[in-house]
C-alpha cells in the first residue's frame, strides 16, 4: 500500500500515513474478529456458532464502513457472495435437523396416518408383549424403540439393518443375547418389523436414580427428541421400563404393558375418517368421479354421434 502511494505524485505524507494506518487497524480487526470467532464457537451448539459467525461478519461490516477500510469490505464482500454455500457446508446437520422438525411438524398438524397403521399397532402388542416378558424373565438387558409418527430413519442408519418380523420365534432374545454381536445398542421397530439393531441412540444427561444404567439414559434421550415409545429392560432386576416424551413409566405385568401401547398409539394412529386427511380424500374422490363421470359422457355422445351417421 506504502508503495502503491509512493508511486503517485500527488501522494502526501499524510496520504501515506493514513494507508499505512489503515493497513494495520485492518490486520488487527481481523486478528481480533478471527481470534473471538474461534473463542465463541469452542464447545457451542450448532445454532450458537450461527449466531456468533452472523455478529462477528456484521461487526467487521459496520467497522469497515466506519473507518472507510476498502480492503476489509472488498475481503467481506467476496465473503457474503460464497456465505450461503459456507453456511449450507458448515451447518448441514443443524439445518437438516431443523428441516426434519420442520416437516415432521407440517406432517402431523396436517396429516394423520392411515388405519393399516392402527393394525401395525395391534399385530406388534401381542408378538412384542411376549418378548419383553422373556428377556425380563432370563434378566437379558434390551432397549427397543417403537417408531411412531416421527421417522427414526437416521438412528437405523447408525445400526445394522434387519427388516424381520417380531413374532414368536425369539428373535428379539437372540439379538440381546449377551454373546450376540447386535446386543449392543438399540432395535427399532418400524411397522411391526424389526428394521435395525445395535442403533446408537442420543443419551440424556438429566439426573436419574441410581439403579438406572446406560439403556435407561439412551432410552430417555431418544424419547426426549422424538415421539418414540422405548422399552427398557435391566439387565440386574429384570423390571421393565417405557420412556416416552422425556418420561419413565414402570411396567409390572403384560397386561399393564399392552393397556399403555393401547392407550399410546391410540393418541398417535387415528383412522382414516378422521382429520384433513380424510377431508383431502374425499374431496379427491369427488372430484375424480367428476372427472371419470365426464369422461364416460362424452364418450356416450361420441358413439351415439357416430351411430347416427
Known amino acids: 500500500m506504502t ?60 467497522l469497515a464502513d466506519l473507518f472507510r477500510l476498502q480492503e476489509l469490505e472488498w475481503l467481506l464482500g467476496a465473503l457474503f457472495k460464497s456465505l450461503p454455500i459456507i453456511i449450507v457446508i458448515l451447518f448441514s446437520a443443524e439445518i437438516r435437523r431443523v428441516f426434519d422438525k420442520f416437516t415432521r411438524h407440517l406432517r402431523n398438524t396436517f396429516f394423520t396416518r392411515h388405519s393399516g397403521d392402527t ?38 442408519r447408525s445400526g445394522k439393518r434387519v427388516d424381520s418380523e417380531i413374532g414368536n420365534n425369539g428373535l428379539l432374545e437372540t439379538i440381546f443375547y449377551k454373546g450376540s454381536p447386535l446386543h449392543d445398542g ?57 420412556a416416552l416424551n422425556g418420561q419413565f413409566s414402570t411396567i409390572v405385568s403384560s397386561s399393564q404393558l399392552k393397556k399403555f401401547h393401547r392407550d399410546c ?4 394412529f387415528k383412522k382414516e375418517n378422521d382429520g384433513i386427511y380424510a377431508k383431502l380424500k374425499v374431496a379427491w374422490q369427488k372430484v375424480r368421479a367428476f372427472f371419470v363421470l365426464g369422461r364416460k359422457m362424452f364418450r356416450k355422445g361420441e358413439k351415439e354421434e357416430g351411430d347416427g351417421k
Open 3 to 62: 508503495g502503491f502511494f509512493l508511486n503517485i505524485p500527488n501522494a502526501t505524507q499524510s496520504d501515506i500515513l493514513y494507508a499505512e494506518g489503515a493497513m494495520i487497524l485492518q490486520i488487527a480487526i481481523l486478528y481480533f474478529g478471527i481470534y473471538w470467532t474461534i473463542r465463541l464457537l469452542k464447545g457451542a451448539p450448532g445454532l450458537w456458532q450461527l449466531v456468533v459467525v452472523a455478529f462477528v461478519l456484521g461487526t467487521l461490516q459496520f
Open 119 to 156: 393394525k401395525y399397532a395391534e399385530e406388534v402388542i401381542d408378538d412384542l408383549s411376549t418378548a419383553v416378558e422373556s428377556l425380563a424373565a432370563s434378566k437379558t438387558g434390551a432397549l427397543i424403540a417403537m417408531e411412531q409418527v416421527m421417522d427414526l430413519e437416521p438412528f437405523c
Open 186 to 242: 438399540g432395535v427399532i421397530i418400524r411397522k411391526g418389523r424389526i428394521e435395525a439393531a445395535a442403533c446408537i441412540f442420543p443419551v440424556s444427561h438429566d439426573k436419574l436414580q441410581a439403579s438406572f444404567g446406560l439403556r435407561h439414559r439412551a432410552a430417555l434421550g431418544l424419547s426426549n427428541q422424538t415421539d418414540a415409545l422405548v422399552l427398557v429392560v435391566s439387565e440386574e432386576s429384570g423390571s421393565v421400563h417405557i
Open 265 to 268: 398409539f391410540s393418541q398417535h
